[in-house]
């Protein structure tokens, strides 16, 4: 994932530029052979004596000679292992976030967790619905979760994620590598399936012909997108294990611009979330409801562009993602944002649901019931020129003799509607919030 010479380009770039109180010979002595000759080496050839930690530890020409002598002769484990002594001997801070990512990730996890219980909770015991696609995507999204909140905090955090790789035992980082390879592949997964799950949703809510077209096709797109980048995920390197074993360039192997597969990744799923937003939005358009109402159900749909957000958060970070030199420092960003990205999304598709029962529990605070909701249903699907749904084309064409503000229908007429206006989801009637 890293070439030995990019690692020893960050291991050597400096000597500590802080003195701490120990003798520096005692460090020395510990030093690999190759870096005491480059140590020595460089010391003859500068102002700085044998034993003058504070000279040695802020001496900049001295470091450069170092760095270029290491880069020579020594190998990536050979640099670990000096770059730990001489840090340690210069009393250099040890740095350590990992404890910050575990419990962004526990409370994410369980909050996620959560908002996916409620929505199944209220459609199986508080409306007797029957789960639908939408619903079981987001469970399954939810399902592959909880596997990367494992690896999270017992693979990637236990083996160095938020401190230096210098501090690591070898074995560490290799197990550090192993546990990333797996969570890209999951987060890969996840995002896909999350789409599968907002994309069933607007396809449950809008029936119309044409806009669930557009659907399908999306649906499609999106599985070719997740089955591609899953796919080559698992095998960007060959062997496999060389994606975790070529850290210390001690191992043959080969792989496929990790670089660009990141980024590749995010553009496409950062357009394809832009492209997702838009649809619900042009369907508004057609609504004959008051501004400030299509102004709310807009920035309903619209919390889901935060997802985007963090997506253009997280996308900066992978600039140097496979070109890392300190892998288990820098990719804590990385992996911190991509647990926001998943976590988030999963919350925001539950709202629409979790707002019902917010409303059904405390329609005083909310200005609304569930039952005044439940009663304008009508209002909702004739007001609307082809309707949120599509549904008065439908109306229109299955009834006769309609007069002026509908009367004249026929019977027929009010059966089919009321036929069709049962079907149109409670969430999106109520997140109106008609009054």
Known sequence: MRTAIGILLLLLVSLPLITAQGTLTSAIDHLPSCAFKCLVTAISDSPCALTNQTCICTNVQLQSSVEACVLQTCTVKQALTTKNITMTSCGAPIRDRSGLYVTISNTLAVISAVCVLLRLIYKMVLTMSELGLDDCFIFITLIFGVPSSIINVRGTVANGLGRDIWTLRFEQITNFVRWFYVMEVLYFAQVTLLKFSLLFFYYRIFPGRPVRRVIWATVIFNGLFGFIFVTVAIFQCKPISYYWNNWDNEHSGKCININALGWANAAISIALDIWMLAIPLSQLIHLKLAWKKK?????????????????????????????????????????????????????????????????????????????????????????????????????????????????????VGRLHTLRLLRSIPSEICIMTRWH
Request: with cysteine; proline share 3%; hydrophobic share 40%.
């Open 295 to 411: 102004v709310g159900v807009a920035l309903m749909f619209c919390v889901g562009t935060f997802v985007t957000v963090v997506s253009i958060l997280r996308l900066q970070f992978l600039v140097h993602f496979a070109t890392s030199t300190n892998p288990t420092w820098d990719q804590w960003d990385v992996s911190n944002w991509s647990t926001v990205e998943i976590n988030v999304g999963i919350m925001c598709a539950c709202m629409p649901a979790i707002r019902v029962i917010l409303v059904r529990l405390f329609p005083k605070i909310l200005g609304s019931t569930y039952n005044t909701s439940n009663a304008n249903y009508a209002k909702y699907g004739v007001n609307s020129r082809s309707g949120i749904n599509g549904y008065q084309n439908e109306i229109s064409s299955a009834t006769k003799g309609k007069g002026k503000g509908g009367g004249g229908w026929t019977q």
